[in-house]
Nanobody, 117 residues
Framework: QVQLVESGGGLVQAGGSLRLSCAASGRTFSNYLMGWFRQAPGKEREFVAQISWSGSRILYADSVKGRFTISRDNAQNTVYLQMNSLKPGDTGVYYC??????????WGQGTQVTVSS
C-alpha cells in the first residue's frame, strides 16, 4: 500500500501561484509513476500532469502547459506541483496519485485550490 497526503492548497487571486506537495509513505516511492489530477465542481476528474520514477518523462494536460511544473524528490518521498499564472478555471480539488505501472491505483484525499477573479 501507498499512502498519499496532499498539502498546499488554498485561495489565490487570478495570476497568482501555489505549490502543492504530496507526501508518500508505504512502498518504494522512487519506483512509482506519480500524477496530479483535479476535479472542478460538477465536472469529472481530469488529468493534470504526471512524472516518471526518474523524472525523465513528464506529461502535462494542454490546459496547464507552460504554467504548471511537476517535480519529485525521491529522497523526501514527495512530489510537487508548482502552479503559476493561475486562472479561475483551475479551481478544483487537486489529487495526488501513484502507481507502479501505467495506471494509478493509489490516491490521496485531495486539497482544495480556489482561484478568484
Amino acid at each position: 500500500q501507498v499512502q498519499l497526503v496532499e498539502s498546499g492548497g488554498g485561495l489565490v487571486q487570478a495570476g497568482g501561484s501555489l505549490r502543492l506537495s504530496c507526501a508518500a509513505s508505504g512502498r518504494t516511492f522512487s519506483n512509482y509513476l506519480m500524477g496530479w489530477f483535479r476535479q472542478a465542481p460538477g465536472k469529472e476528474r481530469e488529468f493534470v500532469a504526471q512524472i516518471s520514477w526518474s523524472g525523465s518523462r513528464i506529461l502535462y494536460a494542454d490546459s496547464v502547459k507552460g504554467r504548471f511544473t511537476i517535480s519529485r524528490d525521491n529522497a523526501q518521498n514527495t512530489v510537487y506541483l508548482q502552479m503559476n499564472s493561475l486562472k479561475p478555471g483551475d479551481t478544483g480539488v487537486y489529487y495526488c496519485a501513484a502507481g507502479p505501472g501505467s495506471g494509478f491505483p493509489y490516491w490521496g484525499q485531495g486539497t482544495q485550490v480556489t482561484v478568484s477573479s
